[in-house]
């Protein structure tokens, strides 16, 4: 008996929580939506554009990502803008070297719904350079 009554209040809670009544269900505190497209090249989705949702339990927690890939110019050493991917998957901000020819900055939003449309953060993107090689004195 005492399952069947905990089952029945979790049902009545996540009824009362998941239902869209306006100002009197406050689910846009605890859910979270972002866009979700595995190929944009900056301007648009060149697959298909989705959206995808999750659980923002903690104020700080970061949900929407941004992943930009660049690519390594052998002939100039500098990394150039490839495409981004979308998603909700966990984030952690920062640049990671794939490869040895391809890199990816990732950049996390928590401003709001829909807040990584990938045109907001393409002015926070820093360009990434390979290193100058520095002169050696002691070799000469």
């Not at 900056?42 to 298909?48: F, I, V």
């Not at 794939?98 to 900055?105: A, I, S, T, W």
């Amino acid at each position: 008996m005492g399952s069947r009554m905990f089952r029945l209040l979790l049902l009545g809670i996540f009824t009362a929580l998941f239902m869209d009544e306006g100002d009197r269900v406050l689910t846009s505190k605890w859910i979270r939506y972002c866009h979700k497209c595995d190929l944009y090249d900056g301007y648009k989705c060149l697959s298909s554009m989705g959206r995808c949702w999750k659980f923002n339990v903690l104020n700080y927690e970061r949900v929407c990502t941004t992943d930009h890939f660049y690519f390594n110019d052998r002939l100039t050493g500098r990394y150039f803008y490839r495409y981004s991917t979308l998603s909700c998957r966990a984030c952690e901000e920062g640049m990671i070297q794939l490869f040895h020819d391809l890199v990816r900055e990732t950049y996390c939003c928590n401003s709001g719904d829909w807040c990584n449309d990938g045109d907001s953060s393409m002015d926070l993107i820093h360009p990434y350079r390979s290193r100058p090689k520095e002169d050696n004195p002691e070799s000469t």
